[in-house]
């Protein structure tokens, strides 16, 4: 089976400065690896994903991740955020053995502030 | 496509009382999975149907915890007797085989239970 770990619960960030979120995945096959957002009182909206290819991915709202095998890690990176992008941002990952049901790490609160 | 629908959107019952969640996946889409999110727990998988059968349950927590899909359009989580600890966060998400290697799952808004 797989998992993900995300090893920050919180991210405080000041508006227009970087961020990285981290995401680490343990799995014994390959894997399809995604990052979902949350915003308040809102379900779970795709972000990106990684499914083959080329290790850097771009998605929505100018996030970007990077699948690293060798760390097994899918961070999510924006070069400047802005007060929306203020969410929660869950890292999920699938395989063959898990029935393609996605195993999601614990999420990660993003705060953006002035 | 109006997205996956999920009804109600909040409900609040006492404890003993039998709770019926509801589903309407997107039009096409032959995988439908439901999940619970709590602050202790993160986001859970319950259960998934592939064409109206369930494949995995192994996520229901106890026998209080059933779910359905009489058919492609609808499927229903109940709960019955309902406890406090059940309170949470319970979202509908489905998709499509076309996208399934690539699981790409579109979620429900969500339907926020409190059990007093």
């Known amino acids: 089976a797989q998992s993900v770990t995300q090893l920050d619960s919180q991210v405080p960030v000041f508006e227009e400065a970087p961020v990285e979120l981290r995401c680490n995945y343990s799995s014994s096959v390959s894997v399809y690896l995604f990052w979902y957002v949350q915003y308040p009182n809102q379900g779970l909206q795709l972000l990106l994903k990684y499914l083959s290819g080329s290790t850097l991915v771009k998605g929505i709202n100018g996030f970007e991740a990077e699948f690293n095998k060798s760390q097994t890690s899918f961070h999510l990176r924006k070069p400047s955020v802005h007060i929306s992008d203020t969410a929660e941002y869950f890292c999920a990952v699938t395989g063959r053995d898990s029935g393609y049901a996605l195993n999601f790490g614990k999420g990660t609160s993003l705060l953006v502030t002035p | 496509d109006a997205g996956v629908i999920q009804s109600p959107r909040h409900e609040v019952t006492e404890m003993g009382q039998e709770v019926t969640l509801r589903c309407k996946p997107i039009s096409g889409h032959d995988y439908l999975f439901w999940y619970r999110q709590t602050m202790m727990r993160g986001l859970e998988l319950l259960i998934y149907?592939?064409?109206?059968?369930?494949?995995?349950d192994s996520g229901m927590p106890e026998d209080r915890f059933s779910a359905k899909m009489p058919n492609a359009s609808f499927s229903t989580l109940k709960i019955q007797p309902s406890e406090p600890r059940d309170s949470a966060v319970y979202f509908c998400?489905?998709?499509?085989?076309?996208?399934?290697?690539?699981?790409?799952?579109?979620f429900g808004a969500g339907t926020r239970l409190s059990v007093l």
């Open positions: 998400a489905s998709s499509a085989t076309g996208t399934l290697a690539k699981n790409i799952q579109y």
């Open positions: 149907f592939n064409n109206n059968v369930p494949i995995d």
